[in-house]
């Protein structure tokens, strides 16, 4: 019985975790809106909250990028099994800029507001469970 309300938590928190990444990585796109050849970079979530739950473990093992030359950079890989951040890509220019940054802020405010209005959904979620949990605790 204890486990199912866990692991109903443990969802949720993992949902909220995922939210605040991704809130983390949208504010890192709009604050880099005009830096020169700066590609946007987002995930998407229902793929990102499958890989936490486990139950899209085949997309959780992702390769490192191969170096060609000494001369590359290491790439960090994000998505792989022992880390709880999800993989991050990249998102496609709308409209193609000179300095060729593809951070489009009409996208970014958008995805920003969204994922803000489904954080705090998720907290009041956790919020009312918990409550409920206590009231039965405590016989109310």
Same mark, same amino acid.
């Given at each position: 019985?204890?486990? *199912? ?38 995930? *998407?979530?229902?793929? =990102?909250?499958? #890989?936490? !739950? ?7 093992? #992702? ?13 960090? #890989? ?15 220019? =709308?409209?193609?800029?000179? &300095? ?5 802020? &009409? ?8 994922? !803000? ?13 918990? *409550? #409920? ?8």
């Amino acid at each position: 019985m204890l486990d *199912k309300l866990v692991n109903s938590l443990d969802f949720q928190s993992r949902a909220l975790m995922l939210r605040a990444e991704r809130q983390r990585v949208l504010a890192s796109n709009i604050a880099n809106a005009d830096t020169p050849g700066y590609t946007a970079r987002d995930y *998407k979530f229902g793929d =990102a909250l499958r #890989t936490a !739950t486990g139950q899209g473990s085949s997309m959780a093992v #992702t390769m490192a990028p191969a170096q060609t030359s000494s001369r590359h950079m290491e790439l960090p #890989t994000i998505g792989t099994l022992n880390s709880d951040k999800p993989e991050l890509g990249y998102s496609v220019a =709308a409209q193609p800029s000179l &300095d060729g940054n593809s951070v489009d802020m &009409d996208r970014e405010r958008a995805n920003f507001v969204d994922n !803000t209005v489904r954080y705090e959904a998720a907290l009041r979620f956790i919020n009312g469970q918990s *409550k #409920t949990m206590l009231s039965a605790i405590q016989g109310q």
